[in-house]
Nanobody, 127 residues
Framework: QVQLVESGGGLVQAGGSLRLSCAAS????????MGWFRQAPAKEREFVAA????????YYTDSLKGRFTISRDTTKNTVYLQMNSLKPEDTAVYYC????????????????????WGQGTQVTVSS
């Protein structure tokens, strides 16, 4: 099991930026693909972005390409989500998640593929 702790959420005005961090620990955390999801009130949890454990492969939901960037510091076992040009519709609880250990370039995108979840961090974008 991988333990995940998110940080970096908060209140920002539309057009602003935030960077979320997710620190991972656990026996297989360094070889686990990781991802970010978000859940707005009364909506289902949706995929945002994911990255392979090596950090060499990434995948984004189409609507967020160009504004959000996922990255990984393998030395710190931490994944980041840089969010730019934020919009009120980006308001949600953002969750970090880890998939099972896999080969170095694998990037899961299905929610069911992620086994470990963080507690979530609130991002609120005001208009």
């Amino acid at each position: 099991q991988v333990q995940l702790v998110e940080s970096g959420g908060g209140l920002v005005q539309a057009g602003g930026s935030l960077r979320l961090s997710c620190a991972a620990s656990g026996r297989t955390s360094s070889v686990s693909p990781m991802g970010w999801f978000r859940q707005a009130p009364a909506k289902e949890r949706e995929f945002v972005a994911a990255i392979s454990w090596s950090g060499t492969s990434t995948y984004y939901t189409d609507s967020l390409k160009g504004r959000f960037t996922i990255s990984r510091d393998t030395t710190k076992n931490t994944v980041y989500l840089q969010m730019n040009s934020l919009k009120p519709e980006d308001t949600a609880v953002y969750y970090c998640a880890a998939s099972a250990a896999s080969f170095s370039t694998y990037v899961p995108t299905n929610l069911a593929a992620f086994r470990s979840w963080g507690q979530g961090t609130q991002v609120t974008v005001s208009s």
